[in-house]
């Protein structure tokens, strides 16, 4: 009787999950961009403006290495005020590659604000192509295969956060109820 009762219980849950699939499609966003001819006009721009900043760097790079080497060569000829001008000289220019460096390629630079302006716009096509495809074919999920399976879309009916999140809220603050009533009833 209770192999049966088990039996039983798990082809109810195998029914109710059945029923209760979710359908999942999956694309592949840089095949997508790949076929954009705007796309790779946008990423020859910005790949063009790239190497343009990577040689100006370049050039820093070597009339920084020049003037250093130059200054290490000729630093015991040099005394009192010409010792501290060519000192502040390479000090400057190494200041000079490393803010260039850092404007250009850091984080915040000007290669990801650039980026930004040019890619940005056709991910967001891509987004709106993709929602209104999994509303016309009624998927709840859409991952991206290009990105390793990451979900890119997912309707708010099968998106349990915020249900989640009101279950770790009311979980704290009902331990919190309880500590201070059992704090109370301690003093």
Known sequence: MKYFKTVLTFIVFLLFGLSNAQKVGVVDTEYILDKLPQYKEAEA????????????????????????????????????????????????????????????FGANGE???????????????????????????????????????NVIFLQKRFDYTDKVLDILLKGSTGADKKEKTNTKGKK
């Open 111 to 149: 290669i990801t604000k650039l980026r930004t302006s040019l890619i940005v716009p056709f991910q967001d096509q891509i987004w709106t192509a993709i929602q209104t495809m999994s509303e016309k074919n009624g998927l709840g999920i859409v991952l991206d295969k290009a990105n390793n399976v």
């Open 45 to 104: 721009r910005l790949n063009s403006q790239i190497d343009t900043w990577q040689s100006e760097l370049q050039s820093l790079q070597s009339e920084f290495e020049k003037k250093r080497s130059a200054f290490e060569n000729e630093r015991v000829l040099l005394v009192g005020d010409q010792l501290k001008l060519r000192e502040k000289e390479v000090m400057d220019l190494d200041k000079n590659v490393k803010t260039t460096t850092s404007l250009r």
